[in-house]
T-cell receptor
Framework: EAGVTQSPTHLIKTRGQQVTLRCSPI?????VYWYQQALGLGLQFLLW???????NRGNFPPRFSGRQFPNYSSELNVNALELEDSALYLC??????????FGSGTQLSVL | GENVEQHPSTLSVQEGDSAVIKCTYS??????FPWYKQELGKGPQLIID?????GEKKDQRIAVTLNKTAKHFSLHITETQPEDSAVYFC????????????????FGQGTILTVHP
């Protein structure tokens, strides 16, 4: 069975641009989570979607947004990119409780 | 909000030795404490977790202990092997009676474990 898949694997953007990252959860999982992993830092919680609704949000500005589709896949959008947005963006899925299963992430570089 | 401190940031051991990583948390409401292993180029993978109604849990060479009073928990790896080399993260969150976490796992800063053959 396929795990959590994320696309693209790498992305290079310039300041001020917008980016969309995509995530497909494990089949049967209804919850999708987004985390930011900046270099040298731990994972910072961004967003949690369940059954198509945003359930919780971390301490990030509104230019970080996303959505979850009826097939439970998800997008993370980041507008007006800043240099400090350079990071590994990790998506995870779960059945809504217990273990989070992570994808391999999208490495975003902002120049 | 919750804050999780993790120590040490790097740990180097010889194959066969034990490794211990310690974490402290700030929110006494936290009741779920997972440990994740992240290998290069991969996402974190759960290796063991513990809930606040249990003081210790063991899975083969890996064990986790929890001290709710002191608000700290530790990962113990015995008989380390080179393939244990990775970054290890502790985390904490609150889950309700139904077991639903509110998505907000708070992670420690990570420990880079190197096991020398």
């Amino acid at each position: 069975e396929a795990g959590v898949t994320q696309s693209p694997t790498h992305l290079i953007k310039t300041r001020g641009q917008q980016v969309t990252l995509r995530c497909s959860p494990i089949s049967g999982h209804t919850s999708v989570y987004w985390y930011q992993q900046a270099l040298g830092l731990g994972l910072q919680f961004l967003l949690w979607y369940d059954e198509g609704e945003e359930r919780n949000r971390g301490n990030f500005p509104p230019r970080f947004s996303g959505r979850q589709f009826p097939n439970y896949s998800s997008e993370l959008n980041v507008n007006a990119l800043e240099l400090e947005d350079s990071a590994l963006y990790l998506c995870a899925s779960s059945l809504g409780f217990g273990e989070l299963f992570f994808g391999s992430g999208t490495q975003l570089s902002v120049l | 909000g919750e804050n999780v401190e993790q120590h040490p940031s790097t740990l180097s051991v010889q194959e066969g030795d034990s490794a211990v990583i310690k974490c402290t948390y700030s929110d006494s409401a936290s009741n779920y404490f997972p440990w994740y292993k992240q290998e290069l180029g991969k996402g974190p993978q759960l290796i063991i977790d513990i809930r606040s109604n249990v003081g210790e849990k063991k899975d083969q060479r890996i064990a986790v202990t929890l001290n709710k009073t002191a608000k700290h928990f530790s990962l113990h790896i015995t008989e380390t092997q080179p393939e244990d080399s990775a970054v290890y993260f502790c985390a904490a969150s609150y889950t309700n009676a139904g077991g639903t976490s509110y998505g907000k796992l708070t992670f420690g800063q990570g420990t880079i474990l190197t096991v020398h053959p």
